[in-house]
């Protein structure tokens, strides 16, 4: 019996409250690497995966919009690692961090209770089965991921251009 397994075995409570402990677990461990970083005790390769594109939009991201994105960020792959790791880098105090964390941990801990893990859980089984299937859904995710990367990054491009020409067309409208 795998952890996946050993996980949805368990009633929805245990699982929830598992699943957040390791939501809190990890993003703390993350965050203090941040401010180990800022602190200078880490002067390694480490280093230069702190001031990566990823770190950096992320960074960016949390100055910008402030708290808010700390628990949304619960709800992505990838991003909330660097969004803990860089709210650690920024120097936010712990306090704060944790208080806009701990939102982010329980909807990280429903979604992974409720279906996330079983999701996984599927794939795995799909690889164990066919590994050609597996493959097939894993780039089918990609190239969904992709896709609206692209769309987003295209619609930026476009409103830029246009000097936010549409966005003032659009609140006319509206306003008419």
């Known amino acids: 019996m795998g952890v996946v397994d050993w996980i949805l075995s368990k009633p929805f409570v245990l ?3 598992f699943l957040t402990a390791v939501a809190c677990v990890r993003s703390q461990c993350t ?3 941040g401010r180990a970083v800022r602190a200078g005790v880490v002067r390694t390769a480490w280093a230069e995966r702190m001031t990566s594109r990823g770190a950096e939009r992320a960074r960016d991201k949390l100055e910008r919009w402030g708290w808010p994105v700390i628990p949304v960020s619960f709800l992505t792959v990838g991003f909330q690692t660097a969004v803990n790791l860089s709210a650690g880098l920024i120097g936010w105090h712990w306090w704060r961090y ?3 964390a701990a939102p982010g941990w329980l909807m990280w801990g429903s979604v992974y209770a409720t279906g996330g893990l079983a999701v996984f859980g ?3 089984s799909a690889a164990q089965e066919s590994p050609m299937l597996a493959a097939a859904i894993i780039q089918s995710i990609v190239v969904i991921i992709v896709s609206a990367v692209a769309w987003t990054r295209y619609r930026a491009s476009r409103r830029a251009q246009s000097g936010g020409h549409e966005d003032q067309v659009h609140r006319a409208v509206q306003a008419a």
């Open 98 to 100: 944790t208080l806009a």
């Open 15 to 17: 699982a929830f409250a």
């Open 122 to 124: 599927a794939i795995a």
């Open 31 to 33: 965050y203090w690497l």
